[in-house]
Each structure stands twice: as structure tokens, then as C-alpha cells.
């Protein structure tokens, strides 16, 4: 999957938008004014889940290829190298998992329609 593609299946959520608060490297996809994907040049950093045991297991899965994210990883964030041995399915679902895990956590106000 190439960072384009990665992009456009972000963007194409309901109420998602696109930031960039440390400059053009990293484009932070958010909803509700929550970040749901981390996009560098080739990984994406995701919630997987409710717990740290659920972002284990895809580490597990696909070691080295899916690591601990930094700082926000004791959350259940991960990263995900996206140009290696994840397929385009795996990264599709963390993705979506990632933002029903941050829609399911903002207030019934900011989720979006």
C-alpha cells in the first residue's frame, strides 16, 4: 500500500480531517478533534483497540513490522510499517479499529453523524 492510498482511506471516514501540527512530515488524521492515525513516510501509528493486550497481539502477528508506538504505546498505540510485510487488508482493519476506538471515546456531541 503506498502513503496516497493510506491517505485516502483516513480522509474517506465520516467527520475525519486532516492536521498537520508538526509540519508536513506527519499528517495526523482526526476526529472529533481526536487523532485516530499518525502518518510518517512509512508507518501509520493506530489505536489498536481498547487495551495493550489487543495491540500486542499484532505485534505478535507481524514482528518487527508492527512495533510499540513512541510515547503512546502504554495506550495501545502501534506502529505499523505499511511498505513492508502487513498486508493491505491488516493495515486497512488497524486503521478502521483506530478510528472506532476513538469515535466510541469522544462525547455523543463531537462523534460524528
Not at 15 to 37: C, D, I, Q, S
Not at 46 to 67: I, L
Request: aromatic share 10%; with cysteine; proline share 7%.
Amino acid at each position: 500500500m503506498d502513503r496516497e492510498e493510506l491517505v485516502a482511506h483516513c480522509l474517506a471516514k465520516p467527520g475525519a480531517e486532516e492536521t498537520y501540527p508538526w509540519g508536513e512530515v506527519e499528517l495526523v488524521a482526526k476526529v472529533g478533534g481526536k487523532a485516530f492515525a499518525f502518518l510518517g513516510p512509512r508507518t501509520v501509528g493506530v489505536k489498536c483497540g481498547r487495551d495493550s493486550a489487543e495491540a500486542a497481539e499484532w505485534r505478535d502477528r507481524y514482528p518487527g513490522a508492527v512495533t510499540v508506538s513512541a510515547y503512546i504505546g502504554r495506550y495501545g498505540w502501534n506502529a505499523v510499517d505499511f511498505t513492508g510485510p502487513v498486508p493491505d487488508d491488516d493495515v486497512r482493519e488497524l486503521i478502521d479499529t483506530s478510528y472506532d476506538a476513538i469515535v466510541q471515546a469522544l462525547p455523543k456531541s463531537r462523534r460524528p453523524t
